[in-house]
């Protein structure tokens, strides 16, 4: 193995990208749960199998056509699981409108929730990703819950300049918009 790596250190991303296709290639005939695993080592791997692994189940949603506004919207707990891999791919792109759907039940809320904001907490603050964000509540969120819907937040908040966030008086919708200047008047002193 001396050939890979001249340092000492060999990494898989020594190989020749054929022996790399090779691997990509077999991987892929493994049930997609086998391939979470790959996905977090890095970057590469994640870049190379998120369009299958999105694609397969959820294209469209991940994947629109040119041409078509970008909504995404899902209740599917295998969505929120896939945000991560999508957010670091190289398919991510500005979504017009993204609206999130809460679980009635407990647990899988709760990890929905944790998708969520790791998901926008990974967003660049420079540059606003989304022109509307809405997050629809059960009425059954509490505590840990409530504290993982700031984060929400505070996360949107950061990632665009300007901004405008409203709930519904019985707290079942939170939206979140990008300010449009000419839509808002100046205001006068």
Known sequence: MRWLCNSGKASLLDLPYDILYLILVRFKREPHSHWLGVMYSCKFWNGMLVRSFLGDRFGSLFFPPSGIPRVFESSDINVYLGLSHWRHSPYFTRVDKMEFKLSMQDHVRIIQLSCIVDFVASLPSDVSQFGEVQVFLTGRERGFELNQLSDILVSLQRS????????????????FREKVSELIPPCEE
């Open 160 to 175: 665009a300049s300007g901004s405008i966030c409203q709930y519904d008086r019985e707290l079942r919708l939170l939206t």
